[in-house]
């Protein structure tokens, strides 16, 4: 069956500092991943998407994802990190036919002054 | 830019009352997800509509909750009688348009409820 897994619930990193947020999927095919960010009380917004090609994929907001199909991983990067990147952040899989979106659990930012 | 709408954005209900919540998605697309988002976790999904048609309502809990697409355009969402443990964030998203874009889901602001 579809699953995806963040390792890491609460991350808390300095602002300035880098970001790597992880995502390991289980999908038989070739998979459509996505990465979408919520801040506190909002709905959530998409950062960027995985479907073909290129497997280093950029976003909105400075956000930068990589396919691995080796590692069967998507995971978010960000250089330099500001106050404002403190939010919850999802990585899910498209499960294909039944056009549905399988959900991690979230990994939770915060940001230190 | 294209957006999804929900209104409203909080509501605020006792237990056994009616509530209901609205979602226009962005023009166009034919798919329509209503989701619910318990505090701390991932969204669950409750309903999927292509057009006026429901194509999944496996987790909704269909003794009190319904959801119609009359048009194929906007959904409304209705729970009755609402419960305390119906309190969450209840997300709309859409999704439109030949694969694999027309796969991506955008997402409403969401409707905050609260069940007293």
């Known amino acids: 069956a579809q699953s995806v897994t963040q390792p890491d619930i609460h991350i808390t990193v300095s602002e300035g500092a880098s970001l790597e947020l992880r995502c390991n999927y289980s999908?038989?095919?070739?998979?459509?991943l996505f990465w979408y960010v919520q801040s506190p009380g909002q709905g959530l917004q998409l950062l960027l998407k995985?479907?073909?090609?290129d497997t280093l994929v950029q976003g909105i907001k400075g956000f930068e994802a990589e396919f691995k199909r080796s590692q069967s991983s998507f995971n978010l990067r960000k250089p330099s990190v500001h106050w404002s990147d403190a939010a919850e952040y999802f990585c899910a899989v498209y499960a294909g036919n039944n056009r549905k979106l399988i959900w991690g659990l979230g990994t939770s930012l915060a940001v230190n002054p | 830019e294209a957006e999804v709408a929900q209104s409203p954005r909080y509501k605020i209900t006792e237990k056994s009352q009616a509530v209901a919540f609205w979602c226009d998605p962005i023009s166009g697309h034919a798919t329509l997800y209503w989701y619910r988002q318990i505090l701390g976790q991932g969204p669950e999904l409750l309903v999927q509509f292509q057009d006026e048609s429901v194509v999944d309502d496996s987790q909704l809990p269909k003794d009190r909750f319904s959801a119609e697409r009359l048009k194929g355009v906007d959904s409304t969402l209705k729970i009755q009688p609402a419960e305390l443990g119906d309190s969450a964030m209840y997300l709309c998203a859409s999704s439109g348009g030949t694969s694999p874009d027309g796969d991506t889901q955008y997402f409403g602001p969401g409707t905050r409820l609260t069940v007293l």
């Open positions: 995985y479907f073909s090609g």
């Open positions: 999908y038989g095919a070739t998979p459509y």
